[in-house]
């Protein structure tokens, strides 16, 4: 994807999102912790954990549907069509995870780069603010650790 570009088809992330404790955590906090690389990192592996969870319940789904033509009895019936159904949610439940993940960890990435010295994920972020409307949920200004150059990651 091009630097700069308009983020309008990527999926909206409100700039909150679950850490590794299932507690909420802005961005800015999460990078802040972790640093860019390092956050970057364990939004590949909880994305792709997603894809392989919706992965593994379409597969669910897929098997309770089959079984289901072979059921003799309604209660058995019902259930196989909660399994199925319950694997179909789940499935589209992770996969609207993994784009939102992976969307806006590229998003971020692709302005994490300085424009004055080319240098790639070093940056401290001086002030986060909200921007609901934006990819990332929320505007992160940053100064380049090697150059001193400041700009605007939203
Ligand atoms: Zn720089």
């Keep these: 994807m091009i630097p700069g570009a308009p983020g309008a088809l990527l999926p ?3 700039g909150v999102r679950l850490g590794a404790h299932g507690d909420a955590m802005r961005l800015d ?3 802040r912790r ?4 390092r956050w970057y990192e364990r939004q590949l592996y909880e994305g792709h954990a997603y ?5 593994l319940a379409l597969i669910m789904m897929a098997i309770a549907l089959e079984v289901i033509a072979f059921r003799d009895s309604a209660v058995g019936l019902v259930a196989l069509i909660a399994i199925g ?3 179909g949610a789940l499935c589209v439940f992770a996969w609207r995870r993994f784009t939102v993940l992976l969307g806006r960890a590229e998003y971020v990435a692709e ?3 300085c ?3 080319r240098v790639y994920a070093k940056f401290t972020i001086e002030h ?3 921007a609901p409307d934006t990819v990332c949920g929320c505007t992160l200004a940053v100064r380049c650790r090697s150059c001193g150059h400041g700009w605007t990651i939203a």
């Excluded at 972790?34 to 690389?37: E, W």
């Excluded at 894809?51 to 992965?55: E, M, S």
């Design 85 to 87: 159904a319950a694997g």
């Design 111 to 113: 302005r994490a780069v």
């Design 34 to 37: 972790d640093g860019f690389r």
């Design 115 to 117: 424009p004055a010295c």
């Design 51 to 55: 894809l392989v969870t919706g992965f």
């Design 29 to 31: 906090d999460a990078i």
């Design 12 to 14: 909206r992330a409100r």
């Design 128 to 130: 986060a603010g909200d």
